[in-house]
């Protein structure tokens, strides 16, 4: 069954530099999202992106945040700048356009640690 | 207002013992899925089922069983004769049709279930 991936699968970062998460959704989606977990918490929605643009964002997704499909295959996630607070579990998923029976398929996550 | 409530925090059993999650959610669409997901320690999300809002049909899959009501906006989870491997946080989900595509995950807060031996 094809899957999400993502890399890495953890990161350690200084407080206040940038660092770019990939993704490569499954290969005939169309739909591109990036949700967040800070430990112990629930997964929250983060960005949707179709067609080469932001379709929806979360108010969590502020300046600091980018995504961009840079190669018609990734999916990345940028965060400028990074603070303490970024620190979470970042997953990925893609999904298609219709109403299907699929569920929303996630990546494996990216452990985030900002020291 | 939260669009999906799980009202257990935690859940602790020991093996054998049927465990049942609760979720209950909230949406005004007619057209919207449901879903679980595991996600062990290691926390990826591992993906249990799904349910689109026209099918109420209660499902079962080996000791996992979903119970799907619309009367009372709930959707739970049943674990019959739990096991160790049974221990995880248990996320519910909601995904609302726009017309063209199935909108953003609401997340529930999770269910911590620990099952011991």
């Known amino acids: 069954e094809p899957e999400v991936t993502q890399t890495p699968s953890h990161q350690v970062t200084q407080m206040g530099q940038e660092v770019i998460l990939r993704c490569v959704p499954i290969s005939n989606h169309l739909y591109f999202y990036w949700y967040r977990q800070i430990l112990g918490q629930k997964v929250e929605f983060l960005v949707s992106?179709?067609?080469?643009?932001?379709?929806?964002k979360s108010e969590i997704f502020d300046d600091q945040f980018s995504v961009e499909r840079p190669d018609g295959s990734n999916f990345t996630l940028k965060i400028r700048s990074t603070k303490l607070e970024d620190s979470a579990m970042y997953f990925c998923?893609?999904?298609?356009?219709?109403?299907?029976?699929?569920?929303?398929?996630f990546g494996d996550g990216t452990r985030l640690s900002i020291l | 207002a939260q669009k999906v409530t799980q009202a257990q925090t935690e859940i602790s059993v020991v093996e054998k013992e049927d465990v049942t999650l609760d979720c209950v959610y909230e949406t005004r669409d007619t057209t919207y899925y449901l879903f679980w997901y595991k996600q062990p320690p290691s926390g990826e999300l591992v993906f249990l089922i799904r349910r689109n809002s026209f099918d109420e049909q209660n499902e079962i899959s080996g000791r996992y069983s979903w119970n799907f009501q619309k009367s009372t906006s709930s959707f739970n989870f049943t674990i019959t004769a739990s096991q160790v491997v049974d221990s995880a946080v248990y996320f519910c989900?909601?995904?609302?049709?726009?017309?063209?595509?199935?909108?953003?995950?609401?997340f529930g807060s999770g269910t911590k279930l620990n099952v011991k031996p």
């Open positions: 989900a909601l995904s609302e049709w726009r017309g063209y595509n199935f909108n953003k995950f609401y």
């Open positions: 992106f179709y067609n080469n643009e932001i379709s929806e």
């Open positions: 998923a893609s999904g298609e356009n219709r109403v299907g029976n699929q569920p929303q398929h």
